[in-house]
């Protein structure tokens, strides 16, 4: 399409392109800056997220900030308990030397030599300038998962995930399924109250289905985060749209091979149908990964937080672990980084052919 | 060699998730074929439709009802049987201010702070993010190199979670955060955004804006490729000027995009929750505090969970995205109806 004749362009005419009869356009000078601006606006916040996520919590405290993660050396030195951290201070002489540093007092520091322990000095801390080494601080993202309750956050998302996306994608193929292949009284009575409830978005009605959820006892299971968004508009709606196309030939003719209705459903129209029930799937899985409002209602003890509730909680602690925190962030759009680096063309077009997300 | 080794992996990978799938479908042909055996063709459609409307009709539809007899209520228990009909004090309550240009003669002044600060956040969000869409969709429907790239881009963040874009730019706005460095090693001084109403709400229209902006995008670079070529090309032969070309081709045939961008835009920033919940946590103070937000502290975290007020701020809120929605169904039908 499009792509194809833009991927043809050579690196030449990208430095010479131009429209119309030959002169630089200042559009097209705006298109570089801009295109260069919005790489550097819309990449750069995730890979300062992605870069901090490594930091050790003393790289994450510097000021100004260093771009990589940098750690600071320690060393064992005989006689001390703890490692010591590494500076590299100037001596009263003029001499550079590379040493551990045993305790601060206000503006001066005790240091000792790490090759000779004996040798002790005072050097003022201005003077001195810590040692760094490039150091990826992994246990950022095992502890969280390991000590605190990441993990379960993170195995409650996947279960709300994978049951929500699986119930979706059947009752709603159902519907679809009923609302195309049959004519029947009361068909558009029910595709208009299938829209109208496009209308009714759940920041509307949060207190009455708290409370449908409330009766039917499901408050801090993941039931109640699952089963009020199973039936959605969106999905009824673009699977109709698909299932219309398909011819009615083959319906008949499964019939007169006397296939019943439900054999139809999930012989021939569902795999016919798989490039609607993926965009839809699609959908699913970033709603239900993504969701907040609504967890944050029915789900208030720690044990069944989904990843989103648990970030929020950890980021609304009076002492923030933002080490933790960034980690956790990553972790937490892998899953979507990912399905959008392999299904970009499905959601982009799924996306410009519904106007919905 | 058996015919089993014969099979691509992913083949078999497919007969062994797709196995458990089978047998279900197969399990459930029992009793719809019973069903179909009693009457005929005749009722399937709506066994099919059953699941799905009794979702809807338990989840949505109940719910719409149920909210609007809650407004009427007062009280603190969540149980119908147990709640006091009050008539229409809830809205009174909502309603009573002396002076409504001025927020604080309100009796509830935090509703009326979360109507003013969601109108102000939607007048900003929705004309910059229009803006910045229609510069981004038309840039991207140049002949530019790497378009695929470009788009993917822009596109990202709308997939990304509103907690997670809300840490990225909090990670980046803090005291000591990265933005604050820069303009110290430009010679400013560090700027607290969090403390100041004006920074906090610049920073909540700024992130929703760069989370969602994608979206858009491609609705409106959707609208710009349907726009026949010809039309240029006769504009170029004719040797019209570019300027001249988008004021009276491009923005015209894409106007009905546009409006359904606007009106879409408008329905999506007026419920704006999530992105600035936990950005700025409402903050400093109820500056950026809007109506949702308003919603969930009165009727699920106070002390006092007062859902009846809670419900009368949501049919509220009801009412403006009804009216709302009609403005994007006639939207929409101008635009498909050219």
Redesign the interface.
Same mark, same amino acid.
């Given at each position: 399409m /499009?792509?194809a &004749? =833009?991927?043809r362009?050579t !690196?030449g005419t @990208?430095l010479t /392109?131009r429209?119309?009869n030959g002169k630089l356009?200042w559009?097209d000078i %705006? +298109?570089y800056l801009?295109?260069g601006f919005?790489?550097l606006?819309?990449?750069g916040?995730?890979v300062? @997220?992605v870069l901090?996520s490594f930091k050790t919590p003393a790289g994450l #405290?510097e %000021?100004?900030?260093t771009m990589l993660p940098l750690g600071q050396i320690s060393v064992e030195v005989e006689g001390y308990d703890d490692p010591l951290p590494v500076f590299r201070a100037t001596l009263e002489d003029g001499t550079q030397k590379d040493l551990a540093q045993i305790r601060r007092i206000g503006i001066v520091s005790q240091m000792v030599d790490p090759a000779n322990p004996e040798n002790t000095y005072k050097v003022p801390i201005s003077d001195r300038t810590p040692v760094r080494e490039f150091r990826i601080a992994t246990e950022n993202y095992v502890e969280p998962l390991q000590r605190f309750n990441f993990g379960r956050y993170l195995w409650n998302s996947v279960v709300v995930t994978v049951v929500a996306t699986a119930i979706t994608l @059947? $009752?709603?193929s159902? /519907?679809a399924?009923? *609302?195309s292949?049959?004519e029947?009284r009361g068909?558009n009575a029910?595709m208009l %109250?299938?829209i109208g &409830?496009l209308?009714?978005?759940i920041?509307?009605? #949060?207190?009455?289905?708290? #409370?449908?959820v409330?009766?039917l006892d499901m408050v801090n299971s993941l039931w109640a985060v699952i089963?009020?968004? =199973? =039936?959605t508009?969106t999905g009824?709606f673009l699977l109709r749209q698909y299932m219309l196309t398909l011819p009615r030939d083959l319906i008949e003719a499964a019939r007169m091979d006397k296939a019943?209705?439900?054999?139809i459903?999930?012989r021939v129209v569902l795999p016919l149908a798989m490039p609607a029930i993926a965009v839809l799937a699609i959908f699913s899985i970033?709603w239900r990964?993504?969701d907040?409002?609504w967890p944050?209602?029915v789900l208030n003890r720690s044990e069944v937080y989904t990843l989103?509730l648990g @970030?929020?909680a950890f980021?609304?602690e009076l002492d923030v672990q933002?080490h933790f $925190? *960034?980690a956790m &962030?990553v972790v &937490?759009?892998i899953p !979507?980084?990912l399905?959008?680096a392999f299904l970009?063309r499905f $959601? +982009?077009t799924g996306? =410009?052919n519904s106007?919905m997300? | 060699m058996s015919s089993d080794t014969k099979m691509t992996l992913s083949e078999r990978l497919q007969t062994v998730a797709g196995w458990p799938l089978q047998m279900f479908f197969r399990i459930l042909d029992v009793p719809f074929r019973a069903i179909q055996k009693l009457g005929g063709i005749g009722p399937m459609p709506y066994v099919f439709l059953l699941p799905n409307l009794a979702f809807f009709g338990l989840f949505v539809v109940v719910p719409l009802f149920i909210n609007f007899g809650f407004s009427l209520t007062g009280g603190t228990n969540l149980f119908p049987q147990d709640r006091v009909y009050v008539g229409t004090e809830q809205y009174e309550f909502l309603f009573n201010c002396e002076n409504y240009a001025d927020t604080t003669t309100c009796q509830e002044d935090r509703f009326w702070k979360g109507l003013f600060n969601t109108a102000i956040f939607v007048f900003f969000q929705v004309a910059f993010l229009v803006l910045f869409s229609l510069i981004t969709a038309l840039v991207l429907n140049r002949k530019i190199r790497a378009r695929g790239f470009f788009r993917a881009v822009f596109f990202f963040p709308v997939l990304l979670s509103p907690v997670v874009v809300a840490l990225i730019w909090k990670w980046i706005l803090l005291r000591d955060g990265i933005l604050n460095a820069f303009l110290v090693s430009l010679g400013f001084d560090k700027i607290l955004f969090f403390v100041s109403p004006e920074w906090a709400m610049f920073w909540a229209i700024f992130v929703s804006i760069w989370a969602h902006m994608g979206f858009y995008t491609l609705i409106l670079l959707a609208g710009l490729q349907a726009i026949p070529p010809d039309l240029y090309e006769a504009a170029e032969m004719d040797g019209t000027s570019k300027e001249r070309v988008f004021w009276r081709i491009t923005l015209p045939l894409l106007w009905p995009n546009m409006l359904v961008v606007i009106v879409l835009a408008l329905i999506k920033g007026v419920q704006i929750f999530d992105e600035v919940y936990v950005l700025t946590g409402g903050g400093p103070g109820t500056a950026t505090q809007f109506i949702v937000q308003y919603i969930y502290n009165t009727g699920f975290t106070n002390q006092v969970q007062n859902f009846g007020l809670a419900s009368a701020a949501s049919v509220v809120l009801g009412v403006m995205l009804f009216a709302l929605t009609m403005m994007q169904l006639a939207a929409t039908r101008r635009r498909d109806n050219g």
């Open positions: /499009a792509d &004749t =833009a991927n362009v !690196v @990208l /392109a429209r119309g356009h559009t %705006f +298109t801009y295109l919005g790489i606006l819309m990449f916040p995730v300062w @997220l901090s #405290l %000021f100004p900030p @059947l $009752i709603n159902m /519907a399924y009923g *609302l292949i049959y029947f068909r029910i %109250f299938v &409830t209308m009714i978005p920041t509307v009605i #949060l207190v009455p289905v708290y #409370l449908v409330t009766s089963l009020p968004g =199973a =039936a508009p009824v019943s209705e439900w054999q459903y999930w970033m990964w993504n907040f409002l944050l209602i989103q @970030l929020n980021q609304g933002w $925190i *960034l &962030t &937490t759009l !979507v980084v399905i959008f970009q $959601i +982009t996306i =410009a106007g997300k | -």
